[in-house]
């Protein structure tokens, strides 16, 4: 079974500052790939950013980065020169490699203040 | 714009009532999933439909009955619904194992 965890319920950050979101996964597959999604008030889910368990290097898209540590389990999330439209939840997400099913995790509410 | 879509965005409906939502995508994805999001819990994965064959039921009780009559539409078909069904109710699609999947907006369903 695969699990994902996210242990920062809410995250509040000045506009303009760097942050991380934390996310650690369980899995027994051997392949499977990372997500990251924001989920403004709106409701609509947003793909941010992917990393395969078997990419060398980290993942980059603009101003996200996942910083992976696969011995630790960990996928955070980093999100460089913070907007306050980065305000809105985020979940970490993962899928085993040809599984259909996308298992998400608890989701930060991250707060950006001007 | 994901390139999903769903309607109605809300919908407030009694208990005896029967009503449906739908999805739609036009991105050439062959896999179209139904999520349930109740507050302060994870998103709940409730149907996976590949080639428009259901592969996955996550025990949801028979009140949602979903249909996919192609690859381009999945329908959540309503019936005698509860108070705790009040949710937000997302659509996504993605080719089959690979890749992100894309999400609609969402319906926000409100059960009197």
Known sequence: ?114 | ETGVTQTPRHLVMGMTNKKSLKCEQHLGHNAMYWYKQSAKKPLELMFVYSLEERVENNSVPSRFSPECPNSSHLFLHLHTLQPEDSALYLCASSLIGQGEAFFGQGTRLTVV
């Open chain 1, 1 to 114: 079974a695969q699990k994902i965890t996210q242990t920062q319920p809410g995250m509040f950050v000045q506009e303009k500052e760097a942050v991380t979101l934390d996310c650690t996964y369980d899995t027994s597959d051997p392949s499977y790939g990372l997500f990251w999604y924001k989920q403004p008030s709106s409701g609509e889910m947003i793909f941010l950013i992917y990393q395969g368990s078997y990419d060398q290097q980290n993942a980059t898209e603009g101003r996200y980065s996942l910083n992976f540590q696969k011995a630790r389990k960990s996928a955070n999330l980093v999100i460089s020169a913070s907007q306050l439209g980065d305000s809105a939840m985020y979940f970490c997400a993962m899928r085993a490699v040809g599984a259909q099913k996308l298992v998400f995790g608890q989701g930060t509410r991250l707060t950006i203040n001007p």
